[in-house]
């Protein structure tokens, strides 16, 4: 059984960064997809950035490119989420979440995500 621990998440004013953090256990002997996904109050769960565990598989959602970056060690099961030039609009509840994949496609549109997070918040002000 694949478990998902975030942590990193917090308040920060517009234009600073946050880093964060995935602790990934119970997913050994074949490759998934990683993800982290967004949902702010109101609107629709949003999926930010993904990565494969074999490597490669990066997706970045539109809203984020440039400013965000998807990352992992392996040597630690650890998923990272590095957020600059951070938006009032980048506030929202995010996710880590996971899905055995036998593909590098790992878009939030390709196939659902079997796995999550209990999710971590992050909150950006003007």
């Known amino acids: 059984q694949v478990q998902l621990v975030e942590s990193g998440g917090g308040s920060v004013q517009a234009g600073g960064s946050l880093r964060l953090s995935c602790a990934a256990s119970g997913y050994y002997g074949r490759r998934y997809c990683m993800g982290w996904f967004r949902q702010a109050p109101g609107k629709e769960r949003e999926g930010v950035a993904t990565?494969?565990?074999?490597?490669?598989?990066?997706y970045y959602a539109d809203s984020v490119k440039g400013r965000f970056t998807i990352s992992q060690d392996i040597t630690k099961n650890t998923l990272y989420l590095q957020m600059n030039s951070l938006k009032p609009e980048d506030t929202a509840m995010y996710y880590c979440a996971a899905r055995p994949s036998s593909t590098f496609d790992c878009r939030p549109q390709r196939a659902p995500y079997n796995y999550w997070g209990q999710g971590t918040q992050v909150t950006v002000s003007s």
């Open positions: 990565i494969s565990t074999g490597g490669g598989g990066e």
